[in-house]
């Protein structure tokens, strides 16, 4: 029997081994495929998917740009921003989490630790200085997106961004404000939707002033919460720049004070004067009626918001005369002093024309034409030029031509084809009818004069200021002789015996040598119709005489009462007299001119 068990036990043992090979050679090719697999899956990673996971796992939120500021010549404030924050949860997150982790530092060290929900929402209220229950509420709910607090500063939104509580996020928003309010207004613009630029300089300027928002990209997991040790990228905003302009801040609020004031006294439907650097080509002021508070655009009508003295073309009236003056003096066709017999009235090629006052047969000077500012004498002088020197002339003066100054909206005007003006036309544009300009045309053609018959561009940009406080100045335009300096001298003279011999008397100003030109012309009805409503009256000038430093024009549209009651001399010698002190302008030491305006 013994021998028996033996031989069986001996026969058994082959089989059993032959199946533990089996099972561990099974056991081995499995263990290979999954690591193959998991090789493939997780190190070659054929398919995407580690990436593609990651990609789900990423959040992104925007960091605004700081929007650049406007200002003034002299630093003032017209425009800048604030970057204020809302604190948002995704209550349907924070309300799954009884506890988060978060690192916190202990003892000098960050140290990974859990944090329960009640003592989240405790901190939050803290950092927000609400109340605990007001917080528990806001944080409660359904609701993906849910505002919790708003216009938090940087260092508030810094502690709640700390907290790292669940669901609970920050969001940058800019907050734009205009500390000076209507000062400037129509220039400096104001934003749409509190992003855009809608007008003036925030429009156009809207690209440099914008700048670049950066992002931060972080990883959270299944549940909703970020990993404190899974990604977090930072790519910081780039900053606007800002834009200097060339106006002074306090002249700018002087001069709406007092065209508002003449706007108001005489009934006009509105105002505008400038204030123009003539060394310079920039503008010092452009100040509008009922310029618009960019803080609250909405406050005035549509038709206020824009800056009419580059957005408004009407006839100019006689102030061209100024350039009918240079013109013939400049083509060797008459001098300040050559005269003209002149009736009531004067007719050429079957056109007849008056005056704004009687008077009989005189001998008048060209200088006296102008300093009388008779349309009967202009018609008689000026038709020593050709039609085609009359055109070209008044092309030039940079009449037809838009100047670009940084705004939207400026005009160019209607300067006609000589070729194609009638029988009448060809005259009244001598005079400054048939033909249409902005106020800052008429500013630049007088500017042209006051620098020795150098045309200069205006400026209203001065400079961009880089984020790191670099100033790039903005390069003026080419410049253009006009007229000679011999010229430009004796047109110089003309206009202020205008002012000490002819009837702009009330443009004088103690102690400096002032030359103006007025203007007068009909006002054409808005709705189109025929027939005009009202008058455009003006005047604009040069002081100090010895060396013409500023341009000032005073434009007032259809103020009520007779045109011929209405003077802009006082509200000229008041703007001008305090550009003068404001920049310290020495008075005048040589004597004025005083052009006969009768032949002797």
Same mark, same amino acid.
């Given at each position: 029997?013994?021998?028996?068990?033996?031989?069986?036990?001996?026969?058994?043992?082959?089989?059993?081994?032959?199946?533990?090979?089996?099972?561990?050679?099974?056991?081995?090719?499995?263990?290979?495929?999954?690591?193959?697999?998991?090789?493939?899956?997780?190190?070659? &990673?054929?398919?995407?998917?580690?990436?593609?996971?990651?990609?789900?796992?990423?959040?992104?939120?925007?960091?605004?740009?700081?929007?650049?500021?406007?200002?003034?010549?002299?630093?003032?404030?017209?425009?800048?921003?604030?970057?204020?924050?809302?604190?948002?949860?995704?209550?349907?997150?924070?309300?799954?989490?009884?506890?988060?982790?978060?690192?916190?530092?202990?003892?000098?060290?960050?140290?990974?630790?859990?944090?329960?929900?009640?003592?989240?929402?405790?901190? $939050?209220?803290?950092?927000?200085?609400?109340?605990? @229950?007001?917080?528990?509420?806001?944080?409660?709910?359904?609701?993906?997106?849910?505002?919790?607090?708003?216009?938090?500063?940087?260092?508030?939104?810094?502690?709640?961004?700390?907290?790292?509580?669940?669901?609970?996020?920050?969001?940058?928003?800019? #907050?734009?404000?205009?500390?000076?309010?209507?000062?400037?207004? *129509?220039?400096?613009?104001?934003?749409?939707?509190?992003?855009?630029?809608?007008?003036?300089?925030?429009?156009?300027?809207?690209?440099?002033?914008?700048?670049?928002?950066?992002?931060?990209?972080?990883?959270?997991?299944?549940?909703?919460?970020?990993?404190?040790?899974?990604?977090?990228? $930072?790519?910081?905003?780039? &900053?606007?720049?800002?834009?200097?302009?060339?106006?002074?801040?306090?002249?700018?609020?002087?001069?709406?004070?007092?065209?508002?004031?003449?706007?108001?006294?005489?009934?006009?439907?509105?105002?505008?004067?400038?204030? +123009?650097?003539?060394?310079? *080509?920039?503008?010092?002021? +452009?100040?509008?009626?009922?310029?618009? @508070?960019?803080?609250?655009?909405?406050?005035?009508?549509? #038709?206020?918001?824009?800056?009419?003295?580059?957005?408004?073309?009407?006839?100019?009236?006689?102030?061209?005369?100024?350039?009918?003056?240079?013109?013939?003096?400049?083509?060797?066709?008459?001098?300040?002093? &050559?005269?003209?017999?002149?009736?009531?009235?004067?007719?050429?090629?079957?056109?007849?024309?008056?005056?704004?006052?009687?008077?009989?047969?005189?001998?008048?000077?060209?200088?006296?034409?102008?300093?009388?500012? +008779?349309?009967? =004498?202009?018609?008689?002088?000026?038709?020593?030029?050709?039609?085609?020197?009359?055109?070209?002339?008044?092309?030039?003066? =940079?009449?037809?031509?838009?100047?670009?100054?940084?705004?939207?909206?400026?005009?160019?005007?209607?300067?006609?084809?000589?070729?194609?003006?009638?029988?009448?036309?060809?005259?009244?544009?001598?005079?400054?009818?048939?033909?249409?300009?902005?106020?800052?045309?008429?500013?630049?053609?007088?500017?042209?004069?006051?620098?020795?018959?150098?045309?200069?561009?205006?400026?209203?940009? @001065?400079?961009?200021?880089?984020?790191?406080? #670099?100033?790039?100045?903005?390069?003026?335009?080419?410049?253009?002789?006009?007229?000679? @300096?011999?010229?430009?001298?004796?047109?110089?003279?003309?206009?202020?015996?205008?002012?000490?011999?002819?009837?702009?008397?009330?443009?004088?100003?103690?102690?400096?040598?002032?030359?103006?030109?007025?203007?007068?012309?009909?006002?054409?009805?808005?709705?189109?119709?025929?027939?005009?409503?009202?008058?455009?009256?003006?005047?604009?000038?040069?002081?100090?005489?010895? &060396?013409?430093?500023?341009?000032?024009?005073?434009? $007032?549209?259809?103020? #009520?009462?007779?045109?011929?009651?209405?003077?802009?001399?006082?509200?000229?010698?008041?703007? +001008?007299?305090?550009?003068?002190?404001?920049?310290?302008?020495?008075?005048?030491?040589?004597?004025?001119?005083?052009?006969?305006?009768?032949?002797?």
């Amino acid at each position: 029997m013994a021998q028996r068990t033996g031989k069986a036990k001996s026969g058994k043992a082959p089989n059993a081994t032959k199946r533990l090979r089996l099972g561990l050679g099974i056991m081995l090719t499995l263990l290979l495929v999954v690591g193959g697999k998991l090789f493939v899956v997780q190190g070659l &990673d054929v398919g995407g998917m580690a990436a593609a996971a990651l990609d789900y796992r990423m959040r992104e939120t925007s960091l605004p740009a700081e929007r650049g500021s406007i200002l003034g010549a002299n630093g003032t404030v017209l425009a800048n921003s604030v970057i204020r924050y809302n604190v948002v949860v995704d209550q349907r997150v924070n309300t799954k989490t009884e506890t988060f982790p978060r690192f916190n530092n202990v003892d000098g060290k960050d140290k990974l630790v859990e944090v329960t929900r009640e003592q989240g929402l405790r901190e $939050l209220a803290a950092a927000l200085g609400m109340d605990l @229950d007001a917080v528990r509420e806001a944080v409660t709910g359904e609701q993906g997106y849910y505002i919790v607090a708003k216009d938090l500063k940087p260092d508030v939104e810094l502690r709640v961004s700390e907290l790292s509580i669940p669901g609970v996020d920050t969001v940058g928003v800019s #907050k734009r404000v205009y500390p000076n309010g209507s000062v400037a207004g *129509g220039i400096v613009g104001f934003l749409q939707d509190g992003s855009t630029g809608q007008a003036g300089i925030e429009q156009t300027q809207d690209g440099l002033l914008r700048g670049k928002d950066g992002k931060r990209l972080f990883e959270i997991g299944a549940d909703g919460l970020r990993i404190p040790v899974g990604v977090d990228e $930072l790519t910081p905003p780039e &900053d606007g720049k800002d834009v200097k302009l060339t106006l002074n801040s306090d002249l700018q609020y002087f001069a709406q004070q007092a065209i508002q004031s003449q706007t108001d006294k005489l009934g006009a439907e509105w105002g505008v004067i400038i204030v +123009m650097d003539a060394k310079t *080509g920039n503008l010092i002021a +452009m100040a509008d009626t009922n310029a618009p @508070d960019p803080n609250d655009p909405g406050r005035v009508a549509a #038709k206020d918001r824009g800056v009419r003295s580059v957005t408004a073309a009407y006839e100019p009236g006689s102030v061209q005369k100024m350039i009918t003056a240079a013109a013939l003096i400049e083509e060797g066709k008459s001098s300040p002093l &050559d005269t003209f017999t002149l009736g009531p009235s004067y007719t050429v090629d079957g056109q007849t024309f008056t005056d704004s006052f009687t008077h009989g047969t005189e001998e008048r000077t060209l200088a006296g034409i102008l300093g009388w500012s +008779m349309n009967t =004498g202009t018609v008689a002088a000026g038709s020593r030029l050709t039609k085609d020197q009359r055109h070209d002339w008044l092309r030039k003066f =940079g009449i037809g031509e838009a100047p670009d100054i940084g705004l939207p909206a400026t005009a160019s005007g209607i300067l006609t084809p000589a070729d194609q003006w009638d029988g009448r036309q060809e005259y009244t544009v001598l005079f400054g009818q048939g033909v249409s300009q902005s106020t800052l045309q008429t500013v630049r053609a007088f500017q042209t004069i006051a620098n020795n018959g150098v045309m200069l561009q205006p400026r209203l940009i @001065d400079a961009y200021v880089s984020p790191d406080g #670099k100033e790039e100045a903005v390069a003026p335009q080419p410049s253009r002789q006009v007229v000679s @300096d011999g010229t430009a001298q004796q047109v110089q003279d003309i206009l202020e015996s205008a002012v000490t011999e002819g009837q702009i008397k009330d443009a004088a100003i103690d102690g400096y040598r002032v030359g103006a030109k007025t203007g007068t012309s009909e006002s054409p009805c808005d709705d189109g119709k025929s027939g005009f409503c009202g008058y455009t009256a003006s005047i604009v000038g040069m002081a100090p005489m010895d &060396d013409p430093r500023f341009i000032v024009e005073v434009v $007032l549209q259809r103020p #009520k009462g007779s045109i011929y009651g209405i003077t802009q001399g006082p509200v000229f010698r008041s703007v +001008m007299s305090q550009a003068l002190r404001t920049y310290n302008v020495q008075p005048s030491t040589g004597e004025p001119a005083r052009l006969p305006q009768y032949a002797k």
